[in-house]
């Protein structure tokens, strides 16, 4: 990192951000210790102290704090995360509508610094893959690597995910991974990698029984903490070399926490106490929380450089009132069972958390058009069966009543 421009702007930040703190008047949240615990002196010395992981046996170092950039429309946000020391940037070839991909690719390059920094990006979403044969899928994901590469100005990506996988199968696939094999042989991407927020234990458990996929990007937060099969299958796989991405890790809601939260806890101790419970466990390798301001930024990337909760963001975790109010739906899909009318609840909860809490009525869309095999919001006669087996309490009837007045 040396004396360049760039550690001088991160200084910058850092005690700029310190500071701001101080005027918020958060410095005295608990006695002895700060959000995060940067103090100006901290502050003046914090390049050195940002806390890196490596990403499993793909050797790529990391800051624990990357950036889900897929949210992001503002290059400025971008180019502020890369000089106060983000490397990794998240992306996918359907964030806006390629228009994110070409975004990050554009800033990198504008700065030269993408030899500097890990894009990972996303193809091959379940409508994309659906009905295929094998030859078709394997040109599917050529051509789908290649408008990537184009978009991101560059050669290569350096982790290449399949996106929005939820089943054994789709890691097991030898179409996909033929593809996927002859793409990294090429030098195309550096590393391969699942994403998944739906079942996620099983498709980890799949990924763990070989050397094939380098890295998964998980849904992973602290309401989750009682969900044994996903972290034992994350440990397992960790174990075999699999590099983790946490995302999700703000529960859908940490940013917008409802009324009764915010009456007791202020934003950047919930921000801190969620990212924090991710990364302390020490198989999550970073995580990529979205943002798309210079705030949100700052709140998060506090966080790369201690990882202790202080007293206040160990009772936020604990308050089980805070859990409640955020009814995160973990798309654990045990209530689809319940549906006496077949709706796809879990896969409306989450469209609900794009266009509701997200504030991404594309992302919204898209989701809403994976529903098969099921039925969609005008399915839902608020009876509250799926309520009845839901240990997360996901206020559903009231979720599904926003999407009605939405899409219906
Ligand atoms: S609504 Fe509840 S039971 Fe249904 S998928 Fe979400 S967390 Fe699971």
Same mark, same amino acid.
């Given at each position: ?206 990924? *763990?029984?070989?050397?094939? #996929?380098?890295?998964?990007? $998980? ?8 969900? +044994? =099969?996903? &972290? ?18 703000? *529960?859908?809601?940490?940013? #917008?926490?409802?009324?009764? $939260? ?8 919930? +921000? =801190?106490? &969620? ?41 936020? &975790? ?91």
């Amino acid at each position: 990192m040396g004396n360049s421009n760039s550690e001088v702007s991160r200084r910058r930040f850092l005690t700029a951000s310190a500071t701001g703190l101080v005027a918020a008047g958060l410095a005295n949240l608990t006695p002895g210790a700060t959000f995060a615990q940067i103090t100006e002196k901290e502050t003046a010395g914090s390049t050195d102290n940002i806390i890196y992981r490596t990403l499993g046996r793909t050797g790529m170092k990391v800051p624990v704090v990357s950036m889900g950039a897929g949210a992001c429309n503002d290059p400025s946000v971008l180019q502020a995360a890369y000089e106060v020391g983000m490397r990794h940037y998240d992306t996918a070839a359907n964030y806006q509508f390629g228009a994110n991909e070409q975004l990050v690719g554009s800033v990198l390059h504008r700065m030269g610094v993408r030899d500097k920094c890990i894009i990972g990006s996303k193809i091959y979403t379940p409508q994309q893959r659906r009905n295929l044969t094998t030859e078709q899928a394997k040109k599917k994901l050529m051509s789908l690597t290649e408008g990537t590469l184009k978009r991101l100005k560059s050669d290569y990506v350096d982790i290449l995910y399949i996106h929005m996988v939820d089943n054994r199968d789709t890691v097991a696939d030898d179409a996909i991974r033929e593809a996927m094999a002859r793409i990294k042989a090429d030098g195309k991407a550096r590393a391969l990698g699942i994403s998944t927020h739906t079942n996620m234990a099983d498709v980890i458990d799949e990924v *763990a029984k070989d050397d094939f #996929w380098d890295v998964v990007l $998980t849904s992973i937060n602290f309401t989750m903490a009682d969900d +044994t =099969a996903l &972290l034992t299958a994350i440990n397992k796989a960790a174990d075999r070399g699999v590099g983790f991405v946490g995302m999700k890790t703000m *529960a859908g809601g940490g940013r #917008w926490p409802n009324p009764d $939260t915010r009456q007791s806890y202020d934003q950047p101790t919930i +921000t =801190a106490a &969620l990212l924090k419970w991710v990364l302390n466990n020490k198989n999550i390798h970073t995580i990529i929380p979205g943002f798309n301001n210079h705030q949100h930024l700052r709140e998060d990337f506090a966080v790369a450089t201690n990882l202790t909760l202080t007293d206040m963001e160990k009772r936020f &975790l604990s308050d089980n009132n805070v859990k409640l109010g955020m009814g995160f739906c973990r798309q654990c899909r045990k209530c689809l069972a319940s549906c006496p009318n077949d709706a796809d609840v879990p896969t409306l909860m989450r469209t609900h958390m794009y266009a509701a809490q997200y504030a991404d009525f594309y992302l919204a869309r898209q989701a809403l058009a994976e529903i098969s095999g099921h039925k969609g919001i005008t399915a839902c006669v608020s009876c509250d069966a799926c309520a009845v087996v839901c240990a997360n309490a996901v206020n559903v009837r009231e979720r599904i009543n926003e999407l009605k007045l939405m899409y219906a």
